[in-house]
Each structure stands twice: as C-alpha cells, then as structure tokens.
C-alpha cells in the first residue's frame, strides 16, 4: 500500500507539465477538447471553400476565448496573455485560420484597446469584442509599406472633432468580416515614425470600404483584404493614445501579436508531429512499419526536440509579457524560432506521407501550405533577426 | 433544491495503463487524470435543474481521494458548480466502494441534499457501485444508468428514463434520491474561461476522517468487506499470420497450420 501511496505523489509530481498551474491546465483542457470536437472536423472543408468560421467565433466568445485580454469590468475573463498562447497552440492545431482570427482579434485588436482607448471608448467596444459580437482587425501594412512600416502613407487630417481618413491598407487578416479595426495612420507628413497616430474605425463607417478578397496559398479560411478610405470620418476620441504615438503603440502591440503568431507555429508543428506519429504507425513498406526506419525516426524525434524548444521560448516570451517586462527580444526569437522549425516539420511531415501527404486528402498537406505564412506575417523572419541583432550590438 | 454531484478522477481513456511491478495497482507515473466521463453528464443535469429553476438551486461537486483529485472539483467548479467538497484522509486509502459510499453517507447526510447524482460507473474501475451503495446508507430512492429525467410541477419527484438490456426502463422516484448518470443523458458544457477564473477563487472544503465521525478501522482497506488481491493485463493478442499464394496452396496450408501449430483440429 505504501508503495501505492509513494507512486501517486510521484504521478502528482509528473503532472505539473511545464509548471502549469491548475487553471492554466484546465484551459488547455478546455481549449484542447474544444479544438479537437468543435474546429477540427470543419478544417478541411472550411479551407476547401475558403469559408470564414463565423459560427466558431461565437462558440469561441461563448467560452471566454474571445476576450482573453479584456479586463473583467469589461466583460473579459482577463486570463493573460500565457493562458492565451495555451488556448491558441490548440486551436491553431485543429486549424490555423480559426487560429489566426483568435489571434488577431485578442492581441492586435483587443489589447491595443485595453491599452490605449479612452474610458468611453473601451465601454463602448470591449463587451462586445468579448462576446464575439464585434470581430476585431488590425491595419498597418500597406502595398509600399510592409516591413517598413514606418514610411505608412493613409492620412488622418483633423477636423475640428473629427479625423478624416484617406488612403489604403493592405494586407488585412480578417478584414472581410471584422466590424473595429486598429488602424494606423499618418497625422504628421513631416515626421516619419513620430507621425502616425492610432484609431479604433467601425466598419459600417462612411467612406471607409473593404476590397476584394486575396487568394491565397494557405490560410485559405481566413480572409485578407484591402481597407479603402474615402474622406471616412472617425470622432477623435477614437484614437488610441495621443496624436503621434501610434507606431509605439503598433509595436508594441506587435509584440503580442508575434508570440501568438509563434504559437501558431507550435500549433501547426504539432499538428505534423501527431499526423507524422500516427502515419509511421500504420503505414508499412518493406514488410515494416514505416516507423521502425532510422530514417523516419529522426525525422520524429527532430520534430519533437524543435516543438519542444520553441515551445518553451514562447512560454517565456508570454509570461514577461504578462508581468509586463520587456520582451521584444524574446517574442521576435520565439516567433523566428517557431515559425521556422514549422516549415521544417511540415516538409518533414508531408515528407514521411509520400505521395499521400501531397494529396488534398491529407491533412499534411494543409498545415504545409498553412505554416509557409508564419514566417512571413507579423514581422519576417529577416526582420526578426535585425530586431534580435540589434539588442545584442547596441552598445 | 440543494444538489450533490459525485465527481471522481480517472485516467484519460487514452492513457495507456501499465501494472505496477508486484501487481498491486496501476503505475501512476506519466498517467493524466481527467473527470471520470460518466460524471460530466451528472455535473451537466445538476446544472440544467439549476438554471431550470432560477431559485438558489445549489449544486455541490464531492470527490473523494487524494491530493490530485482536486483538479476534478476544479473542473466541476469551471463547469458552475457553486461549491467543492474534497474528502481525503490517509485512512482511506485503499477503501471498497461500500466503504467508500459510508463515507460519503457521513458527508452528505448534514447537508439535506434533495438529490445526488453520479456517474452511472467509473471508467478506471468499472464497480458501478458507489452510487447504489451510497443511496443504501442513506436510505434514499435510487435510479441506475438514467438517460431522461422528467420533474414534476412541484419538482419533488421525477420519472428516470433508465436504459437497460434491450430498452428502456421507466422509473419514478421520489426526493430524496440518488441518480447515476449515463451517457446521451445531456450535452455536457465546456468549463469556459470566465467559470475557470471563477473556481479560482472559490475556497474547496476539505473533510478528513475526524470530519466524518468514522473510526480508521471502519474505512480504508481495513473497514472494507472486498480486497483487491492483484491485477492481471488482458493477454496480447497473439500475432496475425496472413497466408499467401494459391487458393489450393493456402488452403493445404491453413489446415496444416490448424492442425500441427494451432492444435485446434
């Protein structure tokens, strides 16, 4: 019997995974279940059709995922930004454009927001966002205005209450069906990063529109569009911050963004790791399993290892941030890191599939065609290791 | 209505359990634990009567074992359960179910609980004994494996659909009663990130021995009637032979193979 007694609080011991604390497991079960029954079963078709999982959004809002960010006055479960990253591998693993549309709306759209708006204006918008009533977007990007963001050209002019905004944004993931955007735009031509300033902009706004739907490789349920503005007036007290802070509130907000971008990653690589484990089991060539080749272990435990290791790196890039300490390092290692051992583990996956990971049929052959983006989206690899480069060489 | 619901831990359905070396009991090692399935349909009905009622209903979540099966109150706490019982002693251990049912009884019996429910079984052990035995020490009503229950206007009794060989079996009952649960009984919700943040906070109740007024040699493997006196695996299935070639040649083949390695011929 005290052997028994001896091994449970050894298995009590096993169980602290990560050092998770009891609710932050319960997330990842909550999330986990909710991935595997609820987005899963719609991935394939949902990507086929390049359809927008609306109905999941709401499903999502309905168990708090929605509002991760927000603080609870607001209507928001404030769970953090760790117990987000939980949430998000998991959905990203059944699949990466439901994914992606969690991200967006809670770490570029919501956080600004919570950071930044005025009282009225986070009354205003953050229940809704909780509730999935509102789907939120984040616009900086433009057609000559991509990794350098700074030289952004779409004005806001004031006037006298108002700001009127001209121009073009590019680029927008979930633009076709968000109803606020995080919009930056230039107020100051004179200055360069010092001259943009931030908005909260309603879709059904006048003079603001939304373009046509790019076609895509991968993330083909999740839409990216053009935002047009034709003298769209927005009331000034929906700027977020003061005029002229908007690019440090659109880095910084990036930095959020990066490490649920990182944990899409993790998701998608994870999801080839399980698919690569499961096919090695059961497909048999030489009269063997797959699996008992050298060849086709490496690949396995590679996968594993890098999954491990960026993991980990996210896990910490999420937890500064929650205790509010830098972390642009950190964040822009963990997005490089993760976004760039996926692409590996989803050739390595398609790879151990053959032919069969080349056929739609698979799943593989999604979460390769899903993953390409990661590195590229919210800062690309190349800008990452500047960002990374130039903590170490600043004096 | 005041509402009891029996929650237990148990190994996730796709942990692979493996004997300890003497055969004793399982490895716990590695082992994730989750809320016993059966008892997320108990937790889901204790919350459909809540909210049907809108009347201070109150649902109780209890478990007894050790330290580990807190989490399982947690997730019934996530669910929206109102308040957590975790009953644990080391003079528990190793208890039968009918030892295990008396200590319950001692908890429950102060509380006035109008119904109890439960998984129709545990899916670690399979006794599917702990619901009937408890309603016996109480000398309450009970219905086993309910897929339907129907209330009366004065919700002081109901009509337990319960699912037995071949059909159902209606039943009615009246409160005080114990009901286990089986599965298309409901829809069990996901513990959402509010309710999760919520049973953060709320205080889980600990009752020890001293607490349920039983001597340690009424409870734990000394209070019990059975003992467990070792486990045995299922036997591996034993390797398939596919036999290849011609018809006429597999078939003088397959009775060779019947008759000389098989033996069954």
Redesign the interface.
């Known amino acids: ?1 005290s ?3 001896i ?2 609080i ?3 011991k ?2 602290a995974y990560f050092d998770l604390s ?2 932050e ?3 990842q ?2 999330a986990r ?2 991935a595997d029954s609820e987005v899963a079963p719609m991935a394939a078709e949902n990507d086929a059709n390049g359809q927008f999982p609306r109905g999941l959004v709401e499903k999502l809002a ?4 929605m ?2 960010l927000i603080p ?1 006055q607001y209507g928001g ?3 953090g930004n760790f ?1 987000l990253v939980l949430a998000l591998e998991e959905i990203n693993r059944a699949c990466a454009s439901t994914g992606v549309t969690m991200s967006v709306h809670n770490s570029l759209a919501s956080s600004p927001i919570v950071g930044f708006a005025n009282e009225e204006t986070k009354k205003k918008y953050l229940p809704k966002m909780a509730k999935g009533e509102l789907l939120g977007a984040y616009a900086l990007s433009e057609a000559s205005a991509g990794s350098d963001a700074a030289s952004l050209q779409a004005r806001a002019v004031k006037d006298g209450n108002e700001y009127v905004l001209n121009g073009t944004k590019s680029w927008i993931t979930s633009g076709a069906e968000a109803d606020l955007f995080v919009v930056m735009l230039r107020t100051d031509p004179s200055e360069r990063a010092k001259g943009i300033s931030a908005f909260a902009v309603e879709r059904d706004t006048n003079g603001f529109s939304v373009g046509k739907k790019e076609n895509k490789l991968g993330l083909r349920a999740s839409s990216t569009v053009q935002l047009i503005f034709e003298d769209a007036r927005v009331p000034a007290e929906n700027m977020l911050g003061s005029e002229g802070e908007g690019f440090k509130i659109a880095m910084w907000t990036l930095d959020g963004g990066r490490i649920g971008i990182g944990t899409q990653a993790v998701g998608i690589a994870q999801a080839c790791l399980d698919a690569s484990v499961s096919y090695a089991k059961e497909r048999e060539q030489f009269g063997k399993l797959i699996g008992e080749f050298q060849a086709i272990q490496w690949k396995i435990a590679d996968m594993a290892m890098n999954i491990e290791a960026a993991r980990l790196m996210i896990y910490r890039a999420a937890r500064l941030r929650d205790r509010k300490e830098p972390h642009t390092k950190e964040a822009a290692m963990a997005k490089l890191f993760a976004s760039e051992m996926a692409n590996r583990a989803a050739r390595e996956a398609v790879q151990i599939y053959g032919g069969a990971g080349y056929l739609k049929d698979s799943s593989v052959e999604r979460y390769f065609r899903d993953v390409r983006i990661t590195e590229i989206y919210e800062g690309t690899s190349e800008i990452h290791r500047i960002v990374i480069s130039r903590f170490l060489l600043k004096n | 209505m005041k509402i009891g619901v029996l929650v237990k831990n148990v190994p996730d359905t796709e942990t692979k359990i493996r004997l300890t070396a003497d055969k004793q009991g399982i490895e716990t090692q590695g082992v994730k634990y989750v809320m016993n399935t059966y008892d997320e349909f108990a937790v889901e009905e204790a919350l459909k009567i809540r909210e049907r009622l809108q009347d201070g209903t109150t649902v109780t979540a209890i478990t007894l074992g050790p330290e580990r099966v807190v989490e399982t109150l947690r997730t019934a706490l996530a669910m929206g359960a109102d308040e957590a019982i975790h009953v644990d002693d080391p003079a528990f251990e190793g208890g039968d179910s009918l030892t295990n049912a008396r200590i319950i009884a001692r908890v429950v019996e102060p509380m006035g609980l109008d119904l109890i429910l439960g998984g129709k079984q545990g899916i670690d052990y399979d006794a599917a004994q702990t619901c009937s035995a408890l309603a016996e020490a109480l000398g309450t009503a009970q219905a086993l494996i309910a897929v339907e229950l129907k209330w009366s206007e004065d919700n002081q009794s109901l009509e337990v659909r319960r699912r037995i060989e071949g059909g159902d079996e209606i039943v009615h009952v009246k409160l005080p009663a114990v009901i286990s649960c089986e599965k298309g009984l409901n829809e069990p919700r996901y513990a959402s990130l509010p309710g999760i943040m919520k049973a953060k906070k709320k205080e889980i109740k600990k009752v020890d021995l001293t607490g349920v007024g039983l001597d340690s040699a009424e409870v734990g493997a000394s209070g019990s009637a059975t003992r467990v006196v070792g486990y045995s695996p299922l036997s591996e299935r034993p390797e398939c032979r596919i036999l290849e070639g011609e018809p006429v040649e597999i078939v003088k083949e397959l009775v060779r193979a019947l008759r000389e390695d098989a033996k069954v011929l």
């Open positions: 019997m052997g028994r007694r091994a449970h050894r298995g009590e096993m169980s009891e609710e497991r319960l997330i079960q909550t279940d909710f309905k168990l708090g995922f509002g991760m609870e479960s404030n769970a117990a």
